[in-house]
């Protein structure tokens, strides 16, 4: 296998967080301590494969400037985590950060332990992970046969906690916890399943497990539960909004709305991971961009995956999500914006930030292929709908490559923000939907920018400096 350095490889994002080398899938952990955030993520240090699962570690003062810090948890020998260290998150126990993970044996067949590990340092550097899980697998009488990803909050003034589930029936669920003491778990009921008839309209009836439960409250009130569709394999993700009930015997119940459906437009988004940022009232989200070309060419390349932007997670009045990226990525744009106008071709760098503003039909062009066909945006106020055209560039993965339609409602003026940092595209329409894709740039291709309409427009600034290679 060779490496190819992220410096010199044109589908190498050098702007989100992502190892410098091999494997790397879901977020995990995103914690806020001190003056900067810290964000972990499931890695394989030895080959860009999914095996040997750490969790990697990187840090930023701003959201946008992260530093890589290697590894924050390994498996350990003979341990509840001696074959991977899966999906969790770090909350603050009376001062000590810690972490709250899914540890797999040997025999897991789906079903993980719940395991903590504790900082040793206010870096997050150093972890000490404790011998013995605080769940050692599934509660008994529900025929659990996926049970993983834990996820700490609080409600009632209580900590609480989910784990993803999927049942022998082929229910998909998420349970709840009473951890007010991390030490001492309680289960303590179903939060939500796919016998819900809100759940199943927002999160479809083909998932048989809900992975990675993410849940937050907005500014509004309102609860936003987030999960992760499982059928065997790695499906989608999709949101509901709603209620958190208090029950008089048991944990809370989440009564969903009629706000939900797809969190991501796009095919290569999944594993969403929240940090209810306190101190300006937020929520933030990151998910995994998993790769969609062949697996010879990820071998030829040496790395595997990639986290999103940060997104702020709110909701409009109807429930619906209002998602746009966080304000801190406008740090990376380059002092001297670049704008183009109807007409004539303008070359774009490797990663930039590109805002389209249309009052009539319009279209952008990004990227062009030998055969003179092109990767577009194409937005049409009129109806309200985003166009994401990149039927030229074949992926792997199963799923078709129809143009995606980002729906937005209709009006005089469409706004599109579209983020690029390598092969990863961000695409946002207006304030209600998202899509992110893969797009793996051809040594023939031609990377420039081309727009056709009669009121519209472009602004765009290159990305810089990226983070070091």
Known sequence: ????????????????????????????????????????????????????????????????????????????????????????????????????????DHDHQGLSAICLAVTEDDGLQKWKQLPVPVVAGPPPGLDVTMFRDPFVFRFTGRRWALMGA???????????????????????????????????????????GWECPQLWATPGGDWVLAVALWDGDPLSTAYVTGRLVEQADGGPRFAAGTGGGPLDLGRDFYAPSVLQDTEPGRALLWGWS??????????????????????????????????????????????????????PHRPLPLAYDLLVTARSAATVSLLRATSGAELTVRLDPASGTVTLDRTAWPRSRPD????????????????VRILVDGSLLELFAGDRATATERVYRRD??????????????????????PNPA
């Open 166 to 208: 999927g049942h022998a029936d082929g229910t998909p669920s998420v349970l709840v916890y009473d951890c007010e003491d991390l030490y001492d778990w309680r289960f303590a009921g179903v939060l939500l399943d796919g016998r819900d008839p809100a759940a199943a309209r927002a999160f479809g009836k083909r998932a048989i």
């Open 400 to 415: 078709g490559t129809a143009p995606l339609v980002l729906p937005t409602p209709p009006g005089e003026t469409l706004t």
């Open 1 to 104: 296998m060779s490496s190819v350095s992220r410096s010199t490889d044109a589908n190498s994002p050098r702007f989100r967080v992502r190892p410098p080398a091999n494997w790397m899938n879901d977020p995990n952990g995103p914690f806020r301590w001190g003056d900067r955030y810290h964000l972990f993520y499931q890695h394989n240090p030895d080959a860009p494969v999914h095996t040997n699962v750490h969790w990697g570690h990187a840090s930023s003062p701003d959201l946008a400037h992260w530093d890589d810090h290697g590894i924050a948890l390994r498996p350990t020998p003979d341990g509840p985590d001696e074959a991977g260290c899966w999906s969790g998150c770090v909350v603050d126990d009376g001062g000590v950060p810690t972490a709250v993970y899914s540890g797999i």
């Open 444 to 465: 023939d291709d031609i990377a420039e920018l081309t727009v056709t309409g009669m009121d519209v427009e472009v602004t765009g600034w290159e990305l810089v400096p």
């Open 290 to 343: 998993w790769e969609s070309r062949p697996p010879e060419e990820v071998d030829r390349a040496g790395w595997s995956g990639v986290l999103t932007a940060p997104r702020v997670m709110d909701t409009h009045e109807d429930g619906t999500l209002r998602v746009v990226p966080a304000p801190e990525l406008e740090l990376l744009r380059a002092a001297v914006p670049f704008t183009a106008a109807p007409g």
